[in-house]
């Protein structure tokens, strides 16, 4: 998984890559509960499934935007940088979990998520 993200990201380092996976996965986990969380963990090496696990998920709701907000300030980063290193750790989830388990992922979390999993967010019309 790695390697992926380091490969999307076109990081620098495997040590940023790192960074990057350890700040988003432990974001989503905060955000995933139920069968989603423990599929989600099932699909992803053991370390990264450890890192999602580790978390207690949170009871606030947070939108994408806002979920992207969240790891900027834990970090300091620029909104941009952790917009970038989300997009980056997600595609690499996309790659593990598989169509059917992000859709499933995405109707858990509130909107704004499937961008950041490079998936239209579709709205039904009024």
């Given at each position: 998984?790695?390697?992926?993200?380091?490969?999307?990201?076109?990081?620098?380092?495997?040590?940023?890559?790192?960074?990057?996976?350890?700040?988003?996965?432990?974001?989503?986990?905060?955000?995933?509960?139920?069968?989603?969380?423990?599929?989600?963990?099932?699909?992803?090496?053991?370390?990264?499934?450890?890192?999602?696990?580790?978390?207690?998920?949170?009871t606030q709701s947070l939108t994408g935007w806002a979920f992207v907000k969240d790891l900027a300030t834990r970090t300091g980063?620029?909104?941009?940088?952790?917009?970038?290193?989300?997009?980056?750790?997600?595609?690499?989830?996309?790659?593990?979990?598989?169509?059917?388990?992000?859709?499933?992922?995405?109707?858990?979390?509130?909107?704004?998520?499937?961008?950041?999993?490079?998936?239209?967010?579709?709205?039904?019309?009024?």
């Open positions: 998984m790695l390697e992926r993200v380091r490969y999307e990201g076109a990081y620098p380092t495997r040590e940023r890559a790192d960074e990057a996976v350890h700040l988003v996965l432990a974001g989503l986990g905060r955000r995933l509960t139920g069968d989603e969380r423990v599929d989600l963990a099932a699909c992803l090496p053991l370390e990264a499934a450890r890192v999602l696990t580790a978390q207690i998920p949170d980063a620029s909104l941009a940088t952790t917009r970038w290193d989300t997009g980056s750790v997600f595609a690499a989830v996309n790659a593990h979990a598989g169509p059917d388990l992000i859709t499933r992922i995405l109707g858990q979390l509130p909107t704004g998520y499937a961008l950041l999993f490079g998936r239209a967010e579709l709205h039904p019309a009024a």
